[in-house]
């Protein structure tokens, strides 16, 4: 079964840091594009970042020089460094495998969230 | 970057035919996906390419696109069709980035 179930939320202070992880199952994320998406409370989605499978790494504007999406091969896992966390950031995150193509894109399957809350 | 633009909130009656419309400048160049989320659930996908359905997504779900508008049809809706809807494209700025639309509630009658 193909699944991915993320971990690392929690309450953090602003100005602080956090790592998230993704752990894949049924399928390998070094040979797939992978994204972090997020969702502030009451709020839409909003993209974040990716890993395509040859290493290349692309972010959202907010969340550039601050965030860096990496893996794990070994451990078929991905990752969300989180530094310099503002109020701003507070969302459930959530990790997606992405299918990519010259005219299109879609993100299947999703993780079940983890939530980040930036507050004193 | 690009945007995706939805209506916040549409509704419809039990049994009838429902659109959701996602607009922007990137639908010119790519197709859109759309995603299915209930409360305090992960996002799932619904449709994705020109009009593609995931296995165990009914047939009732459809997509289109035209220019700069891309749609999600919704045929015969039932009341667990009620949720959020997100539409999602990649930026057309030849960035690498990716937009989701702002979401549409859809609300079952």
């Known amino acids: 079964e193909v699944q991915l179930v993320e971990s690392g939320g929690g309450l953090v202070q602003p100005g602080g840091s956090l790592r998230l992880s993704c752990a894949a199952s049924?399928?390998?994320?070094?040979?797939?594009?992978m994204s972090w998406v997020r969702q502030a409370p009451g709020k839409g989605l909003e993209w974040v970042s990716v890993?395509?499978?040859?290493?290349?790494?692309y972010y959202a504007d907010s969340v550039k020089g601050r965030f860096t999406i990496s893996r794990d091969n070994s451990k078929n896992t991905l990752y969300l460094q989180m530094n310099s966390l503002r109020a701003e950031d507070t969302a459930v995150y959530y990790c997606?495998?992405?299918?990519?193509?010259?005219?299109?894109?879609?993100?299947?399957?999703w993780g079940q969230g983890t939530l980040v809350t930036v507050s004193s | 970057s690009s945007e995706l633009t939805q209506d916040p909130a549409v509704s419809v009656a039990l049994g009838q035919t429902v659109r959701i419309t996602c607009q922007g400048d990137?639908?010119?160049?790519?197709?859109a996906s759309w995603y299915q989320q209930k409360p305090g659930q992960a996002p799932v996908l619904v449709i994705y390419?020109?009009?593609n359905r995931p296995s165990g997504i009914p047939d009732r779900f459809s997509g289109s696109s035209s220019g700069n508008t891309a749609s999600l049809t919704i045929t015969g809706a039932q009341a667990e069709d009620e949720a959020d809807y997100y539409c999602?494209?990649?930026?057309?700025?030849?960035?690498?980035?990716?937009?989701f639309g702002g979401g549409t509630k859809l609300t079952v009658l």
């Open positions: 997606a495998r992405e299918y990519s193509s010259s005219w299109d894109n879609w993100f299947d399957p």
């Open positions: 049924g399928f390998t994320v070094s040979s797939n594009y």
């Open positions: 890993i395509y499978s040859g290493g290349s790494t």
């Open positions: 990137s639908l010119r160049s790519y197709y």
């Open positions: 390419g020109k009009n």
């Open positions: 999602n494209s990649r930026d057309s700025s030849g960035n690498h980035l990716r937009v």
